[in-house]
């Protein structure tokens, strides 16, 4: 069965602190794999996109890493801010583009 | 440009009601897909719609349907609602097919089946 997975569920870090964010899935033949954020009560906002094809994905202080092999991707985010705080999802796209498998995502907390 | 947008923002229904929602992708996007998020399941793919076709539908029963139309809009009926209906639906949208394309999400409906 191809499933996502997040770890850890959240996390608590002071601000200016550098940060990774771990994303996991089970089928390493996968379309792409992109992050997104949701803030409470909204949609989700997409942040990187990784092709198959591509090791890594980088915009401003975020960057994001493609592992096919080991099934991993890993979320940088630089000199965190508290307006990072927000939950971070990871979802993979296998036999379709636009079907999305989600992880249940990291709630990060940034504390000023 | 106007982004994905998504009516009703918050629905109250009761049991054996039906349910439809509505999204209108953003401006020239023809791929529309549907997605249902619970506090327990998280976020799960119901189907997907690309120039009026149904072209992909998750693992979910008979009771969820949807259709888009010629102008790109998307609509999604829920029926007989059942409590373990509540939840975030999302809609997001895509120009084309392309794998490398990342899609745009609307805000969302909130369901809430009493």
């Known amino acids: 069965k191809q499933e996502v997975t997040q770890i850890p569920a959240a996390l608590s870090v002071p601000e200016g602190e550098n940060l990774v964010l771990n994303c996991s899935f089970t089928d390493s033949a996968i379309y792409n794999l992109q992050w997104f954020r949701q803030d409470p009560g909204k949609g989700l906002t997409s942040l990187l996109l990784?092709?198959?094809?591509?090791r890594e994905q980088t915009s401003g202080r975020l960057n994001a890493s493609l592992d096919k092999s080991s099934g991993r991707s890993t979320l940088y985010i630089a000199a965190s801010q508290p307006g990072d705080s927000a939950t971070y999802l990871c979802?993979?796209?296998?036999?379709?583009?636009?079907?999305?498998?989600f992880g249940s995502g990291t709630q990060l907390t940034v504390l000023p | 440009k106007a982004g994905v947008t998504q009516t009703p923002r918050y629905l109250i229904k009761t049991r054996g009601q039906q349910v439809t929602l509505s999204c209108s992708p953003i401006s020239g996007h023809r791929s529309v897909s549907w997605y249902q998020q619970t506090p327990g399941q998280g976020l799960q793919f119901l189907f997907e719609?690309?120039?009026?076709?149904?072209?992909n539908k998750g693992n979910f029963p008979g009771r969820f349907s949807g259709r888009q139309f010629s102008n790109s809009r998307s609509e999604m009926n829920v029926s007989t609602l059942e409590l373990g209906d509540s939840a975030l639906y999302l809609c997001?949208?895509?120009?084309?097919?392309?794998?490398?394309?990342?899609?745009?999400f609307g805000p969302g409906t909130r369901l809430l089946v009493l």
């Open positions: 979802a993979v796209s296998w036999g379709s583009a636009r079907q999305l498998t």
């Open positions: 997001a949208s895509a120009k084309f097919l392309a794998d490398q394309e990342t899609q745009y």
């Open positions: 719609y690309f120039s009026e076709t149904q072209r």
């Open positions: 990784i092709q198959s094809s591509q």
